[in-house]
């Protein structure tokens, strides 16, 4: 069936040190794939996105990384600051025309100063 | 920049009293959900709506959920006869057409007692 799930359910790293958080899917007919971070209080906030047709794409400080081979799905957060401490979540669509969203368990990232 | 904002923050409720969520999603988007998030775990897809009628539903979504787009503005979720288990943070979330990025308000905490 549909699952999304995470490797790590905690992360915590420096300031200023990379950060990889990862994601594993099984539905392989999810076409689009995307990462939201979720601060304490607040509703998930768009990060990146990437469509199953791409393997990488970069954005400002992150980049998404994506195997299909294994349905594996990464985030990775370059120079990682205070203000990037939240949960993680990754989400996927399914191809659907409604394009509802499954969402993993999350990934709590905490930056040490 | 435009937001999706959702009315109350906080709802606290007896178990069997009807509630209602309300959100306005951002202007000119089309695609309207509700996914809600119980404390410690991940966000689930409760219903999605389109054109003025329900496009999709998760199976948490049974009779005792409905949704409404009363006007050109407002979308709410009402539940009709609260059960203890409907505890949770309850998030609105919008979509343009030929984008695919969806955008959550900062969602409602419906506490049941």
């Known amino acids: 069936g549909e699952s999304v799930g995470l490797h790590l359910p905690t992360l915590s790293v420096q300031e200023g040190d990379n950060s990889i958080i990862n994601c594993a899917y099984s539905?392989?007919?999810?076409?689009?794939f995307i990462w939201y971070k979720q601060e304490s209080g607040k509703g998930p906030q768009f990060i990146i996105d990437i469509r199953s047709n791409m393997d990488k794409r970069q954005g400002q400080r992150v980049t998404v990384l994506l195997n299909k081979t294994v349905k594996h799905l990464s985030l990775q957060i370059a120079a990682t600051q205070p203000g990037d401490s939240a949960v993680y979540f990754c989400a996927e669509n399914s191809g659907g025309s409604n394009y509802k969203l499954t969402f993993g368990k999350g990934t709590l990232l905490t930056v040490n100063p | 920049e435009p937001e999706v904002t959702q009315t109350p923050s906080h709802q606290v409720t007896q178990m069997g009293q009807e509630v209602i969520l309300r959100c306005v999603p951002i202007?000119?988007?089309?695609?309207f959900y509700w996914y809600r998030q119980i404390l410690g775990q991940k966000v689930e897809f409760l219903v999605s709506f389109y054109n003025n009628e329900i496009s999709e539903k998760s199976e948490i979504f049974d009779d005792q959920f409905s949704v409404e787009r009363p006007d050109g503005s407002n979308f709410t979720l009402k539940i009709r006869s609260t059960k203890l288990e409907d505890s949770a943070m309850y998030f609105c979330?919008?979509?343009?057409?030929?984008?695919?990025?969806?955008?959550f308000g900062p969602g409602t905490r419906l506490t049941v007692l």
């Open positions: 202007s000119n988007h089309l695609y």
């Open positions: 539905n392989s007919a999810s076409d689009y």
């Open positions: 979330a919008s979509k343009s057409r030929g984008y695919n990025e969806q955008f």
